[in-house]
């Protein structure tokens, strides 16, 4: 088997194609040999390592071998992937979050125990909680993973601070489906189809004093700034005190004339549209932002996405920096959220623009978050 693997690594960078490949890894896993995936696995990384990152046949067989692992049922394909996954290393921990992703997506909790005993990283082992998490799993009830999620030694992780239930403001989250040859995931971006709402003749609008700095305008846009830092986007965060209480029928006139760089121009021969929305539809379409990403990247992927969800929501609702994750969520679910968009040049209108924005309880600070990205 040796033979073979080395075999393969050396001729690998001068094929046109890897297919042949892909099929030798199809055979050997329907024969039950899961061993052979995660060893040539291994022996990529350690050409990889030696200066072959850059050669595309090495970076597609070993997505196929890692997809194929981690999709095919069978706790034996677990136990390898694992494998694969702790020899491969990942220093930003981007193959973590991919393999939890794929492991919670194809495998019952009880299957991806062996991760929280066996030989797992802390952060594979993090995210892993909360991709079970999002999938309705009972990670506080399923032995061999109850043991690890509720121990205190990793509350420091920023994934601690997030409860191993789902929230009804998160309801049931749209999560992506893989296999392995690809994958697949909604985009639900757009306007929400909620209750509009119409500015009255009369509708008053109140002084606004804008707030914004660059901390909460980072905290706001935690969710999509992945769409900046690692695709085409653009986003625009801010935060505004009124004078008087904002009623619900003034809230798209006060967005038009907060001087936002998102809806200039709209309001006159450009379409704009504002609609109330729930705090479930706001975490959906933030969640999606994060964990899937934009044009030209893959997000954060589930744990992370949750977490980046969450802190935006945060953010745009006045929940305090640092607090628990249920004052959070009280003070998510306190406020009126709405849902905006507008034909003007910022957005690119192509399949990736958001718009938030919520008032809280008392009317009387309005957060908004725009952004939009292009392929």
Same mark, same amino acid.
């Given at each position: 088997?040796?033979?073979?693997?080395?075999?393969?690594?050396?001729?690998?960078?001068?094929?046109?194609?890897?297919?042949?490949?892909?099929?030798?890894?199809?055979?050997?896993?329907?024969?039950?040999?899961?061993?052979?995936?995660?060893?040539?696995?291994?022996?990529?990384?350690?050409?990889?390592?030696?200066?072959?990152?850059?050669?595309?046949?090495?970076?597609?067989?070993?997505?196929?071998?890692?997809?194929?692992?981690?999709?095919?049922?069978?706790?034996?394909?677990?136990?390898?992937?694992?494998?694969?996954?702790?020899?491969?290393?990942?220093?930003?921990?981007?193959?973590?979050?991919?393999?939890?992703?794929?492991?919670?997506?194809?495998?019952?909790?009880?299957?991806?125990?062996?991760?929280?005993?066996?030989?797992?990283?802390?952060?594979?082992?993090?995210?892993?909680?909360?991709?079970?998490?999002?999938?309705?799993?009972?990670?506080?009830?399923?032995?061999?993973?109850?043991?690890?999620?509720?121990?205190?030694?990793?509350?420091?992780?920023?994934?601690?601070?997030?409860?191993?239930?789902?929230?009804?403001?998160?309801?049931?989250?749209?999560?992506?489906?893989?296999?392995?040859?690809?994958?697949?995931?909604?985009?639900?971006?757009?306007?929400?189809?909620?209750?509009?709402?119409?500015? +009255? =003749?009369?509708?008053?609008?109140? #002084?606004? !004093?804008?707030?914004?700095?660059?901390?909460? @305008?980072?905290?706001? /846009?935690? *969710?999509?700034?992945?769409?900046?830092?690692?695709?085409?986007?653009?986003?625009?965060?801010?935060?505004?005190?009124?004078?008087?209480?904002?009623?619900?029928?003034?809230?798209?006139?006060?967005?038009?004339?907060?001087?936002?760089?998102?809806?200039?121009?709209?309001?006159?021969?450009?379409?704009?549209?504002?609609?109330?929305?729930?705090?479930?539809?706001?975490?959906?379409?933030?969640?999606?932002?994060?964990?899937?990403?934009?044009?030209?990247?893959?997000?954060?992927? +589930? =744990?992370?996405?949750?977490?980046? #969800?969450? !802190?935006?929501?945060?953010?745009?609702?006045? @929940?305090?920096?640092? /607090?628990? *994750?249920?004052?959070?969520?009280?003070?998510?679910?306190?406020?009126?959220?709405?849902?905006?968009?507008?034909?003007?040049?910022?957005?690119?209108?192509?399949?990736?623009?958001?718009?938030?924005?919520?008032?809280?309880?008392?009317?009387?600070?309005?957060?908004?978050?725009?952004?939009?990205?292009?392929?």
């Amino acid at each position: 088997m040796a033979d073979r693997i080395e075999q393969i690594v050396a001729t690998l960078p001068d094929r046109e194609s890897v297919t042949d490949v892909w099929k030798v890894a199809d055979r050997r896993i329907a024969r039950g040999d899961a061993a052979f995936l995660a060893d040539l696995g291994i022996a990529l990384t350690g050409a990889q390592g030696s200066g072959a990152g850059r050669i595309w046949q090495y970076r597609s067989v070993f997505d196929h071998l890692l997809r194929l692992l981690t999709t095919t049922p069978g706790s034996a394909n677990v136990t390898q992937a694992l494998r694969l996954v702790s020899s491969a290393g990942s220093a930003d921990g981007k193959l973590d979050r991919y393999a939890a992703s794929l492991l919670a997506s194809s495998h019952p909790a009880e299957e991806l125990a062996v991760a929280f005993t066996g030989n797992a990283t802390e952060e594979l082992r993090a995210c892993l909680v909360h991709e079970l998490v999002l999938r309705g799993a009972d990670v506080v009830g399923t032995p061999g993973v109850a043991g690890w999620a509720t121990s205190r030694h990793w509350r420091h992780h920023p994934l601690g601070w997030l409860p191993l239930t789902l929230s009804e403001v998160e309801g049931r989250p749209d999560l992506p489906s893989y296999c392995a040859r690809g994958g697949s995931h909604s985009m639900p971006y757009g306007r929400p189809a909620n209750r509009p709402v119409t500015t +009255g =003749a009369g509708a008053h609008v109140p #002084a606004a !004093r804008e707030t914004t700095t660059p901390v909460i @305008a980072q905290r706001i /846009g935690t *969710a999509v700034a992945n769409w900046a830092e690692e695709s085409n986007g653009r986003i625009e965060a801010r935060l505004f005190d009124l004078e008087s209480p904002l009623g619900a029928e003034s809230v798209p006139s006060m967005l038009l004339a907060l001087g936002l760089e998102c809806l200039k121009g709209a309001g006159r021969k450009t379409a704009f549209s504002a609609a109330a929305c729930p705090p479930d539809h706001a975490w959906q379409l933030l969640f999606a932002a994060a964990s899937t990403g934009g044009a030209y990247n893959s997000g954060v992927r +589930g =744990a992370y996405g949750r977490l980046a #969800a969450w !802190r935006s929501l945060a953010a745009l609702s006045g @929940a305090a920096e640092g /607090g628990q *994750a249920e004052e959070a969520e009280a003070r998510v679910r306190e406020c009126t959220w709405y849902g905006f968009g507008a034909e003007t040049t910022w957005f690119e209108r192509v399949a990736w623009d958001v718009g938030l924005a919520a008032v809280t309880s008392e009317r009387r600070r309005l957060a908004v978050l725009a952004a939009t990205d292009t392929d």
